[in-house]
């Protein structure tokens, strides 16, 4: 089963930031959170992963709270080609990535 | 980046016979492979995973007869769905990480499989 539990669907005015919730309760600590995302009939996309600090690259920001048991990807000028399902992970038993069933992100024109 | 090829993109085949596809990956080596399967507005499920020189590990409820893993060198496993019928039918992904550690792990561009 997976450990996150995300909103099955969200909005996001074009140009404004999505900000994606993913709660990891139970998660462990030397477990990190990844994210991905899939576009329509695509492979699953690397986004950002962190363990404790927030982590930014040129795709978005890694929010975790300071108890770990929740965290926020920021994407801060969403396009319509961020339209995707968005999925929030935290590795399992080594090398086993368990996907949940994601956040649906519909960005509006 | 690192890069997983697969292929192909897409195959229609009979029921009764049998697909294989290939997952490379192009730019490191990879001890261990995943794959999984995707039904239409569904999450991907991981049905096994591919370890180089030894045989796979399927998850709960996955046919190993029925879908046959090969990892033969360190850049390319294969995923042949034997005897398949309709119900068959779904997108098939992959994804490696390079051997030796590293975080990431990189997802091949998916096998639309249809059983006709």
């Known amino acids: 089963d997976a450990k996150t539990t995300q909103p099955p669907s969200m909005d996001c005015a074009e140009g404004r930031a999505a900000n994606l919730p993913c709660n990891h309760s139970?998660?462990?600590?030397?477990?990190?959170v990844y994210w991905y995302r899939q576009i329509h009939s695509q492979g699953p996309q690397y986004i950002i992963h962190?363990?404790?600090n927030n982590e930014t690259n040129e795709m978005a920001s890694l929010i975790i709270t300071e108890d770990r048991k929740s965290s926020t990807l920021i994407l801060p000028h969403a396009t319509l080609r961020d339209t995707a399902v968005y999925y929030c992970?935290?590795?399992?038993?080594?090398?086993?990535?368990?996907f949940g069933k994601g956040t649906r992100l519909h960005i509006l024109p | 980046g690192a890069v997983v090829s697969q292929h192909p993109s897409w195959v229609i085949c009979k029921s009764g016979t049998s697909v294989k596809i290939e997952c490379r990956s192009l730019?490191?080596?990879?001890?261990?492979m995943f794959w999984y399967r995707q039904f239409p507005k569904q999450s991907l499920m991981l049905m096994a995973t591919?370890?180089?020189?030894?045989?796979?590990?399927?998850e709960q409820g996955v046919e190993k007869d029925k879908f046959l893993i090969n990892h033969a060198s360190l850049t390319l496993s294969t995923l042949t769905v034997t005897s398949a019928h309709p119900e068959d039918s779904s997108f098939y992904i992959c994804?490696?990480?390079?051997?030796?550690?590293?975080?990431?792990?990189?997802f091949g561009s998916g096998t639309r499989l249809t059983v006709v």
């Open positions: 962190g363990l404790k």
């Open positions: 730019d490191f080596q990879a001890t261990t």
């Open positions: 992970i935290v590795r399992v038993e080594g090398d086993k990535i368990i």
């Open positions: 994804s490696a990480t390079p051997t030796g550690g590293g975080y990431g792990y990189t």
């Open positions: 139970t998660i462990s600590g030397n477990e990190y």
């Open positions: 591919s370890n180089e020189g030894s045989k796979a590990t399927y």
